[in-house]
């Protein structure tokens, strides 16, 4: 440790962002940067505990504690201190493909779980990673490194999101020659259009990385579904294995009276379509302009959807969110290490304050009802309050309130209420085995489908869950598909 007096001398500091009624009138990211002094200052606050929590990717509580690809965060965090930046980038490396997306858009569980965040604010530790990488594509010195030899297998990756990404890049490394299928007309999946513009630049960080791949020879297929443009017994007859990281994509629906309205539409819709504009330079097809937004959904989805809003000028916005509002500090059944569970605005919650005067969320809140107008379209809300009940056994369920009834003025609502599972064609083309949540079954660190050859990664195995999580499970498909192939593994 460089400075074992470093969490007693300095403050956690971030950086500061841009003010949200300045930012929302464009589209750019909204993190300014620190100095390189002050960045070291936060490198030095980490005390490099014998016991560091901060790295261990546990689940507790059914949520990540610690990092789940197992960054070397106490090593990396020292060598920021004193300087060594080239040093922290390899170590970086070592454990994170793509540290400038999950420094952008990582909820840092590592944080949660910082042994510091016991008696003091915790370390900086997503800014600290995201300021590693970001560095070094200043100083250019990322530069594409690919492999010595090629191995003459060739593997298909379907679907280009962050698990991917991670999958694609790991066997490339291996040698093998990587084709990557993506159904969108853009690669990076979620990345490029499931996450906003102002939350992750498409051109200057997703671009770059990809450019940066395919220096290194992977191969990137747009506007092509397997299972539809692609037959999916192809990927067995024109490859050696394949890898499937498609995502669950199917979102949860809200099946009550008008959903069928003309405006009512769900999150990835919108957020697609408001991102494939933005590229395009042309007028999005689904558009908060001049309308009374509603977002159904409470998440990071629900977050987009409302900073989305404000940037096409919308005329108000609000949240729905059916869990209660969160403590301000850790509940009794809330204990480190594990995600504190606490009140907190996102940017998207910030900006709709600064615009309309307080927080647009309104919790343990139902929708029962849309209503239309004459022509078919949603004009109407119907909500109803609830309170939360927890029986004996720990089953919880939410008691309407009566007399709580609310009519909302809408004219365009987005369901932002997560996802179900993965998509049916591709897999049941290929026979794959499902687990009782539609998944593919296929047993985390084997990673093998129930089809020889097969394997499957991220949110397509594991369901819905954080970036960070696809990155861990792309990079162990990678490994366990290059033994597969060449009968033993040099991937970590």
């Not at 300095?10 to 929302?24: A, G, N, Q, S, T």
């Not at 980038?89 to 994170?96: A, G, I, M, Q, V």
């Not at 949660?112 to 010195?141: H, M, Q, W, Y």
């Not at 709709?352 to 004009?379: H, I, W």
Request: hydrophobic fraction near 35%; include cysteine; charged fraction near 25%.
């Amino acid at each position: 440790m460089g400075k074992p007096t470093g969490f007693m001398e300095f403050k956690r500091e971030i950086p500061v962002d841009r003010e949200p009624l300045e930012r929302i009138k464009d589209w750019n990211e909204f993190h300014e940067h620190m100095s390189t002094e002050d960045r070291q200052s936060q490198g030095a606050r980490c005390m490099d505990c014998g016991t560091p929590f901060c790295h261990t990717g546990m689940l507790l509580s059914g949520m990540a504690s610690g990092c789940p690809i197992n960054n070397l965060i106490p090593e990396w965090n020292d060598l920021v201190y004193k300087g060594l930046w080239q040093d922290a980038l390899e170590r970086l490396l070592k454990t994170n493909n793509f540290p400038e997306f999950t420094g952008r858009v990582c909820p840092a569980p590592c944080e949660g779980s910082c042994v510091l965040g016991l008696i003091e604010p915790p370390v900086t530790i997503k800014n600290n990673e995201c300021s590693i990488i970001d560095r070094a594509f200043e100083e250019n010195r990322m530069v594409p490194a690919p492999p010595k030899n090629r191995t003459g297998k060739k593997v298909a990756v379907v679907g280009s999101g962050p698990a991917g990404l991670s999958c694609a890049a790991q066997l490339n490394k291996a040698g093998h020659s990587v084709t990557v299928f993506e159904r969108a007309d853009r690669v990076g999946g979620l990345l490029m259009y499931g996450i906003p513009n102002m939350k992750l630049d498409k051109k200057e960080v997703v671009l770059r990385r990809i450019k940066l791949m395919e220096a290194e020879g992977v191969e990137f297929k747009t506007s092509v579904d397997v299972g539809k443009d692609f037959p999916a017994e192809n990927l067995l007859k024109d490859f050696d294995a394949a890898v499937l990281c498609c995502g669950s994509t199917k979102p949860r629906d809200l099946a009550i009276d008008g959903r069928s309205l003309n405006g009512v539409h769900f999150a990835m819709e919108y957020l697609t379509a408001s991102t494939k504009a933005l590229l395009d330079g042309t007028e999005p097809e689904i558009s908060a302009e001049g309308k009374n937004v509603i977002v159904i959904g409470g998440g990071d989805t629900g977050t987009d959807c409302v900073g989305t809003a404000l940037r096409q000028k919308c005329k108000s916005v609000v949240q729905l969110e059916i869990m209660p509002k969160p403590p301000l500090e850790r509940a009794n059944d809330n204990p480190w290490p594990e995600w504190p569970k606490v009140y907190k605005m996102d940017y998207g919650q910030e900006e709709a304050a600064a615009v309309q005067g307080e927080d647009p969320r309104q919790y343990c809140t139902m929708t029962s009802k849309f209503l239309g107008d004459d022509n078919g379209n949603v004009k109407e809300a119907h909500t109803v309050q609830g309170e939360w009940i927890t029986f004996e056994d720990g089953r919880k369920t939410l008691k309407v309130i009566p007399g709580t009834e609310k009519i909302y003025e809408v004219d365009l609502v987005l369901l932002a209420m997560g996802f179900i599972g993965p998509e049916d064609v591709l897999l049941e083309s290929l026979g794959v085995e499902r687990d009782g949540r539609t998944n593919a079954k296929a047993e985390y660190g084997k990673f093998a489908t129930s089809v020889p050859g097969v394997f499957a990664a991220g949110d397509m195995r594991r369901g819905q869950s954080l970036v960070v999580w696809a990155i861990n499970e792309g990079r162990a498909a990678a490994r366990e598909c290059d033994r597969y192939l060449m009968g033993e593994t040099v991937l970590p």
